[in-house]
Nanobody, 123 residues
Framework: QVQLVESGGGLAQAGDSLRLSCIRS????????MGWFRQAPGKEREFVAA???????YYADSVKGRFTISRDNAKNTVYLQMNSLKPEDTAVYYC?????????????????WGQGTQVTVSS
């Protein structure tokens, strides 16, 4: 089993930056992608970003150019640097592990999920 613990969420104003972290434990080696999703009130959970073990990155169009995903394999940690935050970025952000991308649809599927961390951006 894999356990994921997110941190770094909080309150921000539009234009601010936040950095989310997710520490992975339970299995010491992963050959899969890790990623971030988010869910705003009343909306479905949506893909934000993903990163493979070889550090290839994928982003949702809504965050491209503003968010950066990175990972430290030695520390079993994935990060999400969020710059130029907007009120529409307000959501619970979830870390995910053991992800596989469908090469036909481009859709990501992950097996393990964290509990989430709240990010609130005011205008």
């Amino acid at each position: 089993q894999v356990q994921l613990v997110e941190s770094g969420g909080g309150l921000a104003q539009a234009g601010d930056s936040l950095r989310l972290s997710c520490i992975r434990s339970g299995r010491t080696f992963s050959t899969y992608a890790m990623g971030w999703f988010r869910q705003a009130p009343g909306k479905e959970r949506e893909f934000v970003a993903a990163i493979t073990t070889s550090h290839s990155t994928y982003y949702a169009d809504s965050v491209k150019g503003r968010f950066t995903i990175s990972r430290d394999n030695a520390k079993n940690t994935v990060y999400l640097q969020m710059n130029s935050l907007k009120p529409e970025d307000t959501a619970v952000y979830y870390c995910a592990d053991e992800g596989v991308r469908n090469v036909v649809t481009g859709r990501w599927v992950f097996d393990f999920w964290g509990q989430g961390t709240q990010v609130t951006v005011s205008s």
